[in-house]
């Protein structure tokens, strides 16, 4: 398969930090020029360390726990503050400018996938905040006398990871039901299939979400994402587990296929019609959404909505020679592979 404008490596994409403490690689728009209002993070953390608190300019994030135990700290709007704990399979949300930190406080490592509502998300630091400013400024701030600041080292750069000082402190309540955390793999699937399921994280279920949503997408050898596309809803894919083929057609009517592994991203942008085959066992995808309650146009549907003579017309044949569509009123969004896969070009 030739290389491909839609896909990237998210494993192997440059570390923005990488040490004892962690690794953090990322895809944005500087690494993967097709993206628009999305961008995504793959982030490991060693026991005790901490990614520094911070905030986002100018995006919302949406974080998916993979491996481990994180608390994550989210200081609001106004007054409000919140420490959750989040594990393996659930997942939070951080409205753009809330100041937070992620904590690793299990014994093993934590590994998260995190996407962001902009192709170049911009970070500021509460390390960096407090260096911009004087002893003077911040005594007062503090009710304090200027010198007790003058013994905190202090600059506008940031450490991105820190490690902890003593043990993990997990406040009474991290694990109390909360907006900014949910259990997408404890849900029931709307989507379930004996050849694949799809859980959600959308407005319709968790109210919280801005300008993102999620889906968690496990398909079998024998089903197949169905070709279809988002309505002004641009997708950002994530291969967590197995091996898929992906096909797209670009507006100039050209048709890019490529293989995808684990630690691939793929983009797709609003309203391109798309597929995934599954190659080997099953596979587990992430995919992101720049929209709260994604638009979905299933090519099954799109079939029976037409008369006969419309969908003859359109693809220069008499009406006894289509295919007999069946009749269908709810898309299913995957469907079974009841035929061989096609030949895989490596």
């Known amino acids: 398969m030739h290389a491909s404008r839609h896909v990237r490596s998210l494993w192997s994409a440059d570390a923005v930090h990488d040490d004892a403490l962690g690794t953090i690689r990322r895809l944005t728009a500087d690494e993967f020029p097709l993206l628009e209002r999305l961008s995504i993070k793959r982030m490991q953390l060693a026991p005790g360390s901490i990614r520094e608190p911070h905030w986002h300019a100018n995006a919302n994030e949406l974080g998916y726990v993979l491996a481990g135990s994180v608390l994550v700290t989210i200081v609001d709007n106004a007054d409000a503050i919140s420490s959750i704990r989040v594990d393996a399979g659930e997942m939070f949300h951080i409205g753009s400018g809330a100041l937070h930190a992620i904590e690793n406080i299990g014994e093993e490592e934590a590994e998260l996938v995190i996407v962001f509502s902009h192709e170049r998300p911009q970070d500021f630091s509460l390390h960096a905040a407090f260096g911009a ?4 400024v911040l005594g007062n701030t503090y009710d304090a006398d200027a010198q007790v600041f003058s013994r905190v080292p202090r600059n506008t750069g940031s450490p991105y990871l820190v490690k902890r000082r003593g043990p993990a402190v997990i406040p009474d309540g991290a694990e109390r039901a909360e907006p900014h955390r949910f259990s997408i793999e404890a849900q029931s699937p709307p989507v379930d299939f004996a050849y694949g399921q799809a859980r959600v994280s959308r407005t319709q279920f968790w109210p919280a979400l ?48 490529y293989l995808l592994q684990p630690g691939d991203v793929y983009f797709i942008p609003r309203a391109y019609p798309h597929q995934i085959e599954v190659l080997g066992d099953d596979v587990h995808f992430l995919v992101f959404f720049d929209q709260p309650t994604p638009g979905d146009v299933g090519y099954r549907l799109a ?10 017309a359109t693809f220069g044949v008499d009406s006894a020679d289509l295919p007999a569509f069946p009749k269908t009123v709810h898309d299913p969004l995957i469907v079974a592979r009841r035929n061989p896969l096609d030949p895989v070009n490596a």
């Not at 400013?133 to 003077?136: H, L, N, T």
Request: negative net charge; without cysteine; charged residues 20%.
């Open 133 to 136: 400013m004087s002893d003077a």
């Open 210 to 257: 801005r300008n993102l949503s999620m889906y968690s997408l496990r398909i079998a050898d024998d089903g197949m994402r169905e070709p279809h596309w988002h309505p002004e809803t641009a997708g950002l894919g994530y291969v967590h587990r197995g091996q898929a083929r992906m096909s797209i057609l670009d507006p100039d009517g050209s048709v890019d296929t």
């Open 303 to 312: 079939a029976t909505a037409f008369a006969p003579g419309v969908l003859a």
